[in-house]
């Protein structure tokens, strides 16, 4: 199971830590995706990590150079650092664990997911 955490209401502009954990599986064998949904739109990744830690992607220019993601492999667990926040980076945000260790965009491809964490820019 995986747990997301860290959400909240922030201020454009402002940062955030998302933090995901798991239980019962050790993350440091899989691909950790960070996917964002909003309302009526479809899940989109925004960063994921692959199991050798050395490949890190960020889909789409709009995170790029805010959007962190690292793991903390003693703890069990993958963050999403987001800086310099905007608006359009509101929405709900998971955690997802690929058990090939890859990076993919594809949800299909994702085994495992969380519940979300919902985060919200303020203007």
């Known amino acids: 199971q995986l747990v997301e955490s860290g959400g909240g209401l922030v201020e454009s502009g402002g940062s955030l830590r998302l933090s995901c954990v798991a239980s019962?599986?050790?993350?440091?064998?899989?691909?950790i995706g960070w996917f964002r949904q909003v309302p009526g739109k479809e899940r989109a990744e925004v960063a994921c990590i692959k199991s050798n830690e050395d490949e890190v992607k960020y889909p789409g220019d709009a995170v790029k150079g805010r959007f962190t993601i690292s793991r903390d492999s003693a703890k069990n667990s993958v963050s999403l650092e987001i800086s310099e926040m905007k608006l359009e980076d509101t929405g709900v945000y998971y955690c997802a664990a690929e058990a090939f260790g890859d990076c993919t965009d594809e949800v299909y491809e994702y085994e495992y997911w969380g519940r979300g964490t919902q985060v919200t820019v303020s203007s």
């Open positions: 019962g599986k050790d993350l440091n064998y899989y691909g």
